[in-house]
């Protein structure tokens, strides 16, 4: 085949682009760092690529959940630890106001001394986590407990809020002011009514109960609820949740009957019945119960004091030290939870420095072989332009000499 000189001079600038082409890229991969700029570059390493940045986007959601629920967790534990050193305060009064040497004045001033504990845990039971009411259930935009003339009422709700620390694994990171402040809460446990789980459809007329009416003394109010027009324990709980008494009704665990929870902290509460009906009765919740829960234990401290009975003092010193046990339980809870967010980060970091480091062997750049492919290819470069610029140069005067 005969070569001509222009064949030859295309070949040479094909070489040369390919070349160019060659440095380009290399280039490129030093200035980025990365092995793979283009899907094309290496189709599998980027599917792998995409696999571990989803994955890394998902840990780091989680990473994110972990740092927040700890935060809300170590805000709760801090709340509760400052309730507990005011139960220890209010325990020390009330052994020294039992005591015989103890005076009306003295526990006149013990009793102001205890309405500014009450002021304190207030300020507690309402802390906030940046905007958000960490004690108010799932209504975070509104302060837990607000003061009642007999007490603290409760105005938040009981729902869990959630983190998810892991695929499919979520944990509640909130405490509600019931569980935290009032718990066991002021409740009634109702006796079963039924021998099988109800539902809000059931029927009084099923569970063999007459339509009449019941009142329910919480605090210094008493409310009489009418339910004589009540066909379903679905209406029964309706009409106490709507009664303005300051309390809620719900089906206790198994749905065999109600539970009662007062929602007014510190207050006695009482279900009766209105005679000649016996409703209350036949509903199982005919049954008072006292206060409870650290705000509860000091509302009822104070009023022993301003009663100047040593008896209710010392009732009401022990109701304090019940109290601040079942304190320490749910900081024990809380505190379980916080470990648990511990482990589970450090699990976390270290998926995350894995995942990293596989991301980068998939697709970062060998920088110190690229450098010496770069300068090999700038040489091999250099050499096909002097050969062309040779090439370029030919005439045919070189050819008849």
């Known amino acids: 085949m005969r070569v001509t000189n222009q064949m030859l001079m295309d070949n040479a600038l094909t070489a040369l682009a390919r070349s160019l082409e060659k440095m380009e890229r290399t280039q490129e991969q030093l200035t980025t760092g990365r092995r793979i700029i283009r899907s094309s570059d290496d189709p599998v390493g980027t599917s792998k690529a995409m696999g571990y940045r989803a994955d890394l986007a998902r ?5 994110s959940n972990l740092g927040r629920g700890s935060s809300w967790l170590a805000q709760t534990d801090a709340a509760l630890s400052s309730i507990g050193d005011l139960l220890t305060r209010a325990t020390s009064i009330a052994l020294s106001q039992a005591s015989a040497t103890a005076t009306t004045e003295t526990r006149t001033a013990a009793a102001a001394e205890v309405q500014g504990l009450l002021d304190e845990a207030m300020l507690l039971a309402n802390t906030r986590f940046g905007d958000r009411y960490i004690f108010s259930g799932e209504r975070t935009r509104t302060a837990p407990f607000v003061e009642a003339t007999d007490g603290f009422l409760y105005v938040g709700d009981a729902d869990a809020i959630t983190e998810e ?4 694994q979520y944990v509640q990171v909130n405490m509600d002011g019931l569980s935290a402040f009032c718990s066991p809460a002021s409740a009634i ?4 009514i039924s021998g099988s789980p109800m539902t809000s459809e059931t029927t009084l007329a099923d569970l063999g109960i007459t339509p009449g009416s019941i009142r329910i003394a919480n605090g210094g109010q008493t ?3 009418v339910l004589t027009a009540a066909t379903t324990i679905g209406d029964v709980i309706d009409a106490i949740n709507d009664s303005g008494a300051r309390v809620t009704a719900e089906f206790n665990t198994g749905c065999t009957g109600l539970v009662i929870t007062n929602l007014l902290a510190g207050a006695n509460l009482a279900i009766s019945d209105v005679v000649p009906g016996t409703m209350a009765t036949d509903l199982g919740i ?6 409870s829960g650290a705000l509860g234990a000091l509302v009822d401290l104070k009023a022993a004091l301003e009663a100047d009975s040593t008896l209710s003092i010392q009732s009401a010193g022990q109701n304090v030290e019940q109290t601040s046990s079942e304190l320490l339980n749910n900081r024990a ?19 995350l420095v894995s995942l990293t480091e596989m991301l980068s062997d998939n697709e970062d750049a060998d920088l110190a072989r690229l450098a010496t492919e770069y300068s090999l290819q700038q040489t091999a470069y250099q050499t096909a332009l002097a050969v062309a610029g040779r090439l370029a140069q030919s005439t045919l005067l070189d050819f008849l000499r």
Request: aromatic share 4%.
């Open 59 to 63: 840990l780091s959601q989680f990473q």
């Open 165 to 168: 620390i892991a695929s499919g």
């Open 189 to 192: 446990e109702g006796t079963g």
């Open 223 to 225: 409310t009489t609820i």
């Open 286 to 291: 005919a049954d008072s119960c006292g206060p």
């Open 333 to 351: 809870t809380v505190g379980a939870k916080m470990s648990r967010f511990e482990m589970a980060t450090d699990r976390l970091d270290s998926q």
